[in-house]
């Protein structure tokens, strides 16, 4: 663990540097707002190489990482099987807008693993929001129908009709919204709150034929890691069913995390269609959708809606995602995963009690979250009575004793099986202290 008397995260004075430089061209010098430090302060430390659980910094400090490149870094980071993998893949060709045989190989893999794809198809795509988004107009075009409902908080990516109520990213930069987005591509786009089945109802009957799709993160992933409540899952798929509408699991940020089958295998729930990313792409940007036959055979060129992309199963995506589910399956490691992440929330939970600071956590799998409020986290709401500026402060104490955070009280946390039990005894040391000077 870094000493924290030689080294200040937010202050490194090549990172500073970098940070600089790149604000000249970039806008607020980040590629993907979630990076800024602007909700914690400072500035982001710029990483020149990670392995395993670790980052090391261009100030040449090593941080133990819960970030794990916001979930895809389940193996941890430079698997060297995967590296080898995409290597191999790279000297054949970088990409070639054709058919190989990889993609095949892939995509049965994928079908043969998420129950919701077991007697479908998927179509693989570049990331997450892709994904989504290509789920949303397959539900349109599948239904006839428009509106969609998505839950309070809920982040599905930045297409215009899902930045409503979108956590996260929108929710640490305070953007309830965002601009650019016009009023007709929201209006019909409908918000319940998480983990109500009442309102979900209530919606679903005031727009009774009118609803093409339920999107929903099975488990809350973008306002901090929010589990379902008992039979909430369960109830969306009898309404969804009931009222005709497409049931999506947004599993972008659980798939193969959470367990090998996503959520869906975890709590026993089977949507119509699911979404993937992260994980799926072994840590190159790849996503995919699938789920019933029924559906996406109307997906082009079967069907009538269009959805296409140049680098879709490219072959470096494509070996990295293949290998990264081969390793899942023959290693099995959820269990491990399970009982390290339980350990650290215990540890977390355990020094915050003893130091009477209020905070919620909860984990599924190795996906964990902590919320700096004395009211049990149930949504998104719960979510925002957190104390925002006591966790700026507990952000910098973690980073100046070499823990490294997403900065941002309304992001998950993530463990990969490079985190052994000796790195969760670091980290819990040093939350220990942190909460103290808290």
């Given at each position: 663990?870094?000493d924290?008397?030689t080294?200040?995260?937010?202050?490194?004075?090549?990172?500073?540097?970098?940070?600089?430089?790149?604000?000249?061209h970039i806008?607020g010098?980040?590629?993907?707002p979630?990076?800024?430090f602007?909700?914690?302060?400072?500035?982001?430390?710029?990483?020149?190489r990670a392995?395993?659980?670790?980052?090391?910094?261009?100030d040449?400090?090593?941080?133990?990482?819960?970030?794990?490149?916001?979930?895809?870094?389940?193996?941890?980071h430079?698997?060297?099987?995967?590296?080898e993998a995409v290597c191999t893949a790279?000297?054949n060709?970088?990409s070639?807008?054709?058919?190989?045989?990889a993609?095949?190989?892939?995509?049965a893999?994928?079908?043969?693993?998420v129950p919701?794809?077991?007697?479908?198809?998927?179509r693989?795509?570049?990331?997450?929001?892709?994904?989504?988004?290509?789920?949303?107009?397959?539900?349109?075009g599948?239904?006839?129908?428009?509106?969609?409902?998505?839950?309070d908080?809920?982040y599905?990516?930045?297409?215009?009709?899902?930045?409503?109520a979108?956590?996260s990213?929108?929710?640490t930069?305070?953007i309830?919204?965002s601009?650019?987005?016009?009023?007709?591509?929201?209006?019909d786009?409908?918000?319940?709150?998480?983990n109500?089945?009442?309102?979900?109802?209530?919606?679903?009957?005031?727009?009774?034929?009118d609803?093409?799709a339920?999107?929903?993160?099975?488990?809350?992933?973008n306002?901090?890691?929010i589990?379902?409540?008992p039979g909430?899952?369960?109830a969306?798929?009898?309404?969804?069913t009931?009222?005709?509408a497409?049931?999506?699991?947004?599993?972008v940020?659980t798939?193969?995390?959470?367990a090998?089958?996503?959520?869906?295998?975890r709590?026993?729930?089977?949507?119509?269609?699911?979404?993937?990313?992260k994980?799926?792409?072994?840590g190159?940007?790849v996503?995919a959708?699938g789920?019933?036959?029924?559906i996406?055979?109307?997906?082009?060129p079967?069907?009538?809606?269009?959805?296409?992309g140049t680098?879709s199963?490219?072959?470096l995506?494509?070996?990295a995602?293949?290998k990264t589910?081969?390793?899942?399956?023959?290693?099995?490691?959820?269990?491990?995963?399970?009982q390290?992440?339980?350990?650290l929330?215990?540890g977390?939970?355990?020094?915050s009690?003893?130091h009477d600071?209020?905070?919620?956590?909860?984990?599924?799998?190795?996906?964990f979250?902590?919320?700096?409020?004395?009211?049990?986290?149930?949504?998104?709401?719960?979510?925002?009575?957190?104390?925002?500026?006591?966790f700026?402060?507990?952000?910098?104490g973690?980073?100046?004793?070499?823990?490294y955070?997403?900065?941002?009280q309304?992001?998950?946390?993530f463990l990969?099986?490079?985190?052994?039990e000796?790195t969760?005894?670091?980290t819990v040391?040093?939350?220990?202290?942190v909460?103290?000077?808290?």
């Amino acid at each position: 663990m870094t000493d924290p008397s030689t080294f200040d995260g937010r202050a490194g004075a090549r990172s500073l540097e970098l940070f600089e430089r790149a604000s000249q061209h970039i806008p607020g010098g980040v590629n993907s707002p979630v990076r800024a430090f602007s909700s914690v302060g400072g500035q982001p430390p710029f990483i020149r190489r990670a392995h395993g659980c670790t980052l090391e910094t261009e100030d040449g400090a090593s941080l133990i990482d819960y970030v794990c490149t916001w979930g895809p870094a389940l193996l941890g980071h430079g698997r060297l099987e995967v590296v080898e993998a995409v290597c191999t893949a790279a000297r054949n060709g970088l990409s070639f807008g054709a058919c190989a045989a990889a993609e095949g190989e892939f995509a049965a893999l994928i079908c043969a693993t998420v129950p919701s794809m077991r007697d479908g198809m998927v179509r693989l795509v570049n990331s997450g929001t892709e994904a989504t988004m290509s789920a949303l107009r397959l539900a349109r075009g599948f239904t006839g129908k428009n509106k969609i409902i998505k839950c309070d908080g809920g982040y599905h990516g930045h297409a215009d009709l899902l930045l409503v109520a979108a956590g996260s990213g929108a929710a640490t930069l305070g953007i309830p919204g965002s601009a650019g987005v016009p009023e007709g591509a929201v209006r019909d786009t409908l918000t319940v709150p998480f983990n109500d089945v009442a309102a979900m109802a209530e919606v679903l009957a005031a727009h009774r034929g009118d609803v093409a799709a339920i999107i929903v993160e099975p488990i809350a992933g973008n306002m901090g890691c929010i589990p379902p409540a008992p039979g909430y899952l369960e109830a969306l798929r009898t309404l969804a069913t009931e009222h005709e509408a497409v049931l999506i699991f947004d599993e972008v940020m659980t798939g193969f995390r959470v367990a090998l089958g996503g959520a869906q295998e975890r709590f026993g729930v089977t949507p119509d269609l699911t979404c993937l990313g992260k994980i799926v792409g072994g840590g190159l940007p790849v996503g995919a959708y699938g789920g019933r036959r029924d559906i996406m055979s109307t997906v082009a060129p079967l069907g009538p809606v269009y959805q296409a992309g140049t680098l879709s199963g490219n072959p470096l995506g494509v070996a990295a995602g293949l290998k990264t589910l081969q390793i899942l399956i023959e290693e099995d490691p959820y269990d491990a995963l399970e009982q390290r992440t339980a350990a650290l929330v215990k540890g977390l939970q355990d020094a915050s009690a003893s130091h009477d600071i209020p905070a919620q956590l909860a984990h599924v799998g190795p996906m964990f979250g902590l919320f700096f409020t004395a009211r049990p986290v149930a949504n998104y709401d719960d979510a925002k009575t957190s104390d925002l500026e006591r966790f700026s402060r507990w952000h910098a104490g973690m980073l100046e004793r070499g823990v490294y955070l997403a900065p941002s009280q309304f992001e998950a946390g993530f463990l990969s099986t490079a985190h052994d039990e000796g790195t969760i005894e670091c980290t819990v040391a040093a939350a220990a202290q942190v909460f103290e000077n808290l």
